[in-house]
């Protein structure tokens, strides 16, 4: 098991920035591609963004290009998502995941382990 611990969610305006973080305690992700993805109310979740732990390669769906980034913070076993240029459509719950194959994909069902989600609202 990978228990993941999300934090930094919250209430922000259109506009604005939140910084996310997914933390692993007591394992590092060497070997492992890492990802956020979310859900809003009454839709599936999506792929957000994703990143080989090895590498550094990352991948973002569409919708978020050159608004958020994911990072990595190899010594504190962590990484981030920074959420600039909020939009009212980003509200939903954030969930990050990892995969025991440091091969990035935008596929939910490919990940093996997930946090407990973190709520982001984006007020108009």
């Known amino acids: 098991q990978v228990p993941l611990v999300e934090s930094g969610g919250g209430l922000v305006q259109a506009g604005g920035s939140l910084r996310l973080s997914c933390t692993a305690s007591?394992?590092?992700?060497?070997?492992?591609?890492m990802g956020w993805f979310r859900q809003a109310p009454g839709k599936e979740r999506e792929f957000v963004a994703a990143?080989?732990?090895?590498?550094?390669?990352?991948h973002y769906t569409d919708s978020v290009k050159g608004r958020f980034t994911i990072s990595r913070k190899n010594a504190k076993n962590t990484f981030d998502l920074q959420m600039n240029s909020l939009k009212p459509e980003d509200t939903a719950v954030y969930y990050c995941?990892?995969?025991?194959?440091?091969?990035?994909?935008?596929?939910?069902?490919?990940?093996?382990?997930w946090g407990q989600g973190t709520q982001v609202t984006v007020s108009s």
């Open positions: 995941a990892a995969r025991r194959w440091a091969v990035v994909t935008i596929k939910a069902a490919d990940y093996d382990y």
């Open positions: 007591g394992r590092t992700f060497d070997n492992f591609a």
């Open positions: 990143i080989n732990w090895n590498n550094g390669y990352t």
